[in-house]
Nanobody, 120 residues
Framework: QVQLQESGPGLVKPSQTLSLTCTVS??????????WSWIRQPPGKGLEWIGY???????YYSPSLKSRTSISRDTSKNQFTLQLSSVILEDTAVYYC????????????WGQGTQVTVSS
């Protein structure tokens, strides 16, 4: 059974960098042919895909967030990390990590989600 767990600060100040880590257990993030995504849901809105890192280590980002987003991984810890720079109030959301076998989903495993609030 694959499990994903998000971790990171719940409060970030405007203009700072949001950093979240997803720890994966029960499966390796280097296994062919999985995609490991970050997805968020702002309050009162739908899910928004942020980006993913694939089994090979390449990362791809949403065009709307690409300039502020970086996704990396630590294979020794079986973790992947989201960094979102220059955060604004609109980046407040529940952030999820998830796995899929295709780049556009569907997602077969999700983390429980972590609330991140951008506030001064």
């Amino acid at each position: 059974q694959v499990q994903l767990q998000e971790s990171g600060p719940g409060l970030v100040k405007p203009s700072q960098t949001l950093s979240l880590t997803c720890t994966v257990s029960g499966g390796s993030i280097t296994t062919n042919y999985y995609y490991w995504s970050w997805i968020r849901q702002p309050p009162g809105k739908g899910l928004e895909w942020i980006g993913y890192i694939v089994y090979s280590g390449s990362a791809y980002y949403s065009p709307s967030l690409k300039s502020r987003t970086s996704i990396s991984r630590d294979t020794s810890k079986n973790q992947f990390t989201l960094q979102l720079s220059s955060v604004i109030l609109e980046d407040t959301a529940v952030y999820y990590c998830a796995r899929s076998v295709q780049s556009t989903g569907p997602y077969d495993y999700w983390g429980q989600g972590t609330q991140v609030t951008v506030s001064s």
